[in-house]
């Protein structure tokens, strides 16, 4: 697959139908860098008027995700990939269009090349910020993937 915003938010609709009912739409691809919009409405509130946690954490983790298969198809190498924990901050009541932004490329790459080096899998800690409107962070989440080059 090649990754284009459209490509992606095509896949998620037909494998991943929550997040796209919920909301969540890839906005921008690049080598570094992956944009996800999420819009505060009535399918994806909590009872405060505000976009639930996990809308917001299905919106950040898939930058996060984004990066990490297109470094993988980059390679071409088969890589094992999963998330082995995750922390997350809220600093303020999420609501109109959240922009999630995650900046690993560099590191996904670097692990992908020690992963193929050593033979050994590779943790690594990508962050994606949503920020509002007015470019205020209302969250933060840490995503600590494991990658590992299949033999």
């Given at each position: 697959?090649k990754?284009?915003?459209?490509?992606?938010?095509?896949?998620?609709?037909?494998?991943?139908?929550?997040a796209?009912?919920?909301?969540?739409?890839?906005?921008?691809?690049?080598?570094?860098?992956?944009?996800?919009?999420?819009?505060h409405?009535?399918?994806?509130?909590?009872?405060?008027k505000?976009?639930?946690?996990?809308?917001?954490?299905?919106?950040?983790?898939?930058?996060?995700?984004?990066?990490?298969?297109?470094?993988?198809?980059?390679?071409?190498?088969?890589?094992?990939?999963?998330?082995?924990?995750?922390?997350?901050?809220?600093?303020?009541?999420?609501?109109?269009?959240?922009?999630?932004?995650?900046?690993?490329?560099?590191?996904?790459r670097?692990?992908?090349?020690?992963?193929?080096?050593?033979?050994?899998?590779?943790?690594?800690?990508?962050?994606?910020?949503?920020?509002?409107?007015?470019?205020?962070?209302?969250?933060?989440?840490?995503?600590?993937?494991?990658?590992?080059?299949?033999?």
């Amino acid at each position: 697959m090649k990754f284009t915003p459209g490509k992606v938010n095509l896949f998620n609709f037909i494998n991943l139908p929550l997040a796209y009912i919920g909301g969540v739409r890839v906005r921008s691809i690049s080598n570094d860098k992956v944009v996800v919009s999420i819009k505060h409405r009535w399918m994806n509130q909590n009872p405060f008027k505000s976009i639930f946690w996990a809308a917001q954490g299905m919106a950040a983790e898939m930058p996060t995700g984004v990066l990490v298969m297109k470094a993988i198809k980059d390679s071409n190498r088969k890589v094992s990939m999963l998330v082995t924990k995750q922390e997350a901050e809220f600093y303020k009541k999420a609501t109109g269009k959240i922009i999630f932004t995650c900046n690993g490329g560099d590191e996904i790459r670097n692990a992908i090349k020690k992963s193929i080096a050593t033979g050994e899998g590779q943790v690594i800690v990508l962050t994606s910020e949503g920020k509002n409107k007015d470019g205020v962070v209302v969250s933060k989440f840490q995503f600590h993937w494991s990658l590992r080059v299949k033999p």
